[in-house]
């Protein structure tokens, strides 16, 4: 039903562009086309952005702003449809993709007597995005990070032990039988479970924390497949979003999980149930959504803009309040926000907050201390592995579609496609972009 799901979805968003194009404003250069992943922005910032760019360049601009919910459903829109789309807010995989395939434009960062708020970007984040620049392109000119966190275990602590979750192992553990929710992310599942499976060949040195995330050899994949069968029947679901909500109805035991989501699980469980997070010992993948202006762009001057609004610290903190997951931002006064002198346990955060950040009391979920970074690697785009990738991983779920019932869903989804984005889009036309209600739980599918 997942892989039916998705495919409706693709078909659906694919058939779609044309009829938002004719919806669309005619005046696009005061029209800022604005994509994002659903409840990933406090979306009361918009209207102030608009009013903050006329104060101080003169000119009136109109936010659209719209939801994806997978990755590769905003790429397909953009390379196939040359969607106009101003700013993207892609992960890091799909920006490393996308500078590959020329499908960036470079950012222009003169904003006049207005500061650069881009510089607020931890170095950290900066550094490890440009580990995906090309030998002619540095992707630190063509993106800016939004938020970032990792990869880890979440468990309900009475009935697993922190021992046990501190281990990818745990995925095999017989005692967790249909217990673990396991995340439908092929490329943050296979990541994470290669540091696992590579562990001997890590401890010797023959190879590094990224070449075992990344290596995808027919004989590889074949490696992970073959163990990931051995662990299906621990498995309780494949999910993308419904993970953290089975874990705070005590559904699930174990989820394999992002930290925003684990956050958010550990904020709104009931005292009823414990939940707790970790990244397990033999390391996992630190991942960012960032910011960047496709080729196709109309308004590229307004899209800078709004980069630039997105990283001034006060309204990072927003965002982070607003959607439950950890800005880029690494200025004083985030860090001052974060400070929780009720905590027992102080985290080491000069990797991310520079010198006099080496023992302060912050959220260690949030804010994964210098030693747990340290056994971390970025996720890269798969490139041309990436068609034998989702082959293997369709295996590993189960999935059975043949190709005429996906041509049957296809058409399906054309025909609803039609009728949902017109209604979707006279909804939105007809009301006050003040008057939306904020969500409560994030939704951020990576």
Not at 74 to 80: F, R, S, Y
Not at 214 to 226: H, M, P, Q, S, V
Not at 298 to 318: D, G, Q, T, V, Y
Request: proline share 3%; charged share 25%; net charge negative.
């Amino acid at each position: 039903m997942k892989r039916i799901t998705g495919i409706a979805l693709a078909a659906s968003m694919l058939l779609s562009v044309p009829f938002v194009n004719a919806m669309a404003d005619d005046d696009r250069a005061h029209t800022l086309k604005v994509y994002n992943w659903a409840d990933y922005i406090d979306e009361d910032l918009i209207p102030e952005f608009e009013q903050w760019y006329l104060e101080n360049t003169g000119e009136e601009v109109h936010v659209l702003y719209q939801t994806f919910d997978v990755n590769e459903v905003m790429l397909t829109k953009i390379e196939t449809g040359h969607e106009d789309y101003d700013v993207v807010c892609p992960s890091e995989y799909i920006i490393e993709r996308m500078l590959k395939h020329d499908l960036l434009l470079p950012l222009d960062r003169n904003f006049g007597n207005v500061p650069d708020y881009t510089k607020n970007v931890a170095p950290f984040v900066t550094e490890q995005m440009n580990h995906m620049s090309t030998e002619d392109k540095t992707l630190s000119d063509y993106a800016v990070g939004f938020m970032w966190g990792t990869t880890g275990i979440m468990y309900n602590t009475a009935l697993v032990t922190k021992e046990e979750a501190q281990s990818w192992g745990i995925l095999w553990n017989p005692r967790f039988e249909g217990k673990i929710l396991m995340k439908d992310a092929v490329r943050d599942v296979y990541g994470s479970v290669m540091l696992y499976l590579r562990q001997d060949e890590l401890a010797s040195g023959a190879i590094t924390l990224e070449q075992a995330m990344n290596e995808a050899t027919d004989d590889k994949l074949k490696f992970f497949e073959d163990t990931m069968n051995c662990a299906k029947r621990n498995f309780g679901g494949w999910e993308v979003d419904f993970g953290k909500e089975r874990m705070i109805q005590g559904k699930a035991w174990i989820n394999l999980t992002w930290s925003g989501d684990a956050m958010w699980a550990i904020e709104e469980v009931s005292d009823e149930i414990s939940l707790d997070y970790v990244v397990p010992v033999e390391g996992s993948n630190v991942w960012f959504d960032g910011w960047v202006i496709p080729r196709y762009a109309k308004n590229p001057k307004a899209a800078n803009w709004f980069i630039n609004f997105m990283c001034m610290s006060e309204n990072a903190l927003r965002n982070m309040d607003a959607i439950g997951y950890v800005s880029v931002i690494g200025t004083p006064e985030v860090l001052a926000s974060k400070i929780d002198e009720s905590l027992e346990e102080t985290v080491d955060l000069t990797y991310f907050f520079g010198q006099g950040a080496d023992s302060v009391k912050v959220n260690g979920i949030q804010y994964p201390d210098a030693s747990v970074i340290e056994r971390c690697a970025l996720m890269h785009d798969a490139g041309d592995r990436t068609e034998a990738m989702l082959g293997m991983w369709s295996r590993v779920k189960g999935d059975s579609l043949n190709t005429g019932m996906i041509l049957v869903i296809a058409v399906a989804a054309a025909g609803i496609a039609v009728v949902i984005v017109m209604r979707s889009i006279s909804r939105k036309r007809q009301s006050s972009r003040n008057s939306r209600a904020k969500k409560s739980a994030p939704k951020h599918s990576r």
